[in-house]
């Protein structure tokens, strides 16, 4: 079973013949443009992100933003060095203009790439899964031998920090 992000980026790609890539310092699924990326803004919401650098664009950061303004896109970010802003992935209005802006393009034999990147995530993500359990065995123990009991949700927390996205099933 995919996880909400993934399918969220799936599903968007799949509409448009794109391809999406792994980002890999924290397992994430993105497409990347000539200009940014787009990445999952929020699951929950089912929203995407453009991330892009505005002085880099063909347009310039004036046009860029009054189009995002326009096409209702919430700024999340506006600045020289980098800019955000989320859409909603079912707006063909706003889909079209994020891809505009990030430069991505269609391709060939896309479902095929996109059924491996599914493939590939599921297995890092399941890596990842193990190896935090791995961790937390391992702390526990050496906690236990010291005498000192130990809450695994706090120690996960202490490992993978409080933002940690994944929580995997840990069975000791």
């Not at 980026?9 to 391809?19: I, S």
């Not at 989320?86 to 802006?101: H, R, T, V, Y």
């Amino acid at each position: 079973m995919l996880d909400a992000d993934v399918l969220l980026v799936d599903r968007f790609c799949e509409k448009f013949d794109l391809c999406w890539a792994i980002q890999t310092s924290d397992i994430t699924p993105v497409v990347s443009g000539l200009y940014g990326t787009i990445y999952v803004f929020d699951e929950s919401l089912g929203k995407l992100s453009l991330e892009f650098c505005p002085d880099e664009l063909p347009d310039g950061w004036a046009a860029t933003m009054r189009k995002l303004r326009q096409a209702k896109f919430d700024t999340v970010r506006d600045c020289s060095c980098g800019s955000c802003a989320a859409f909603n992935p079912d707006d063909p209005q706003q889909s079209k203009l994020a891809l505009e802006i990030v430069g991505v393009t269609p391709v060939a034999d896309s479902s095929a790439q996109r059924q491996r990147m599914r493939d590939v995530i599921t297995a890092a993500r399941s890596r990842m899964c193990k190896q935090t359990a791995a961790k937390l065995n391992t702390r526990q123990r050496k906690l236990a031998k010291q005498g000192i009991l130990v809450d695994l949700d706090e120690l996960e927390v202490a490992l993978h920090g409080a933002s940690s996205k994944y929580v995997c099933s840990l069975k000791f």
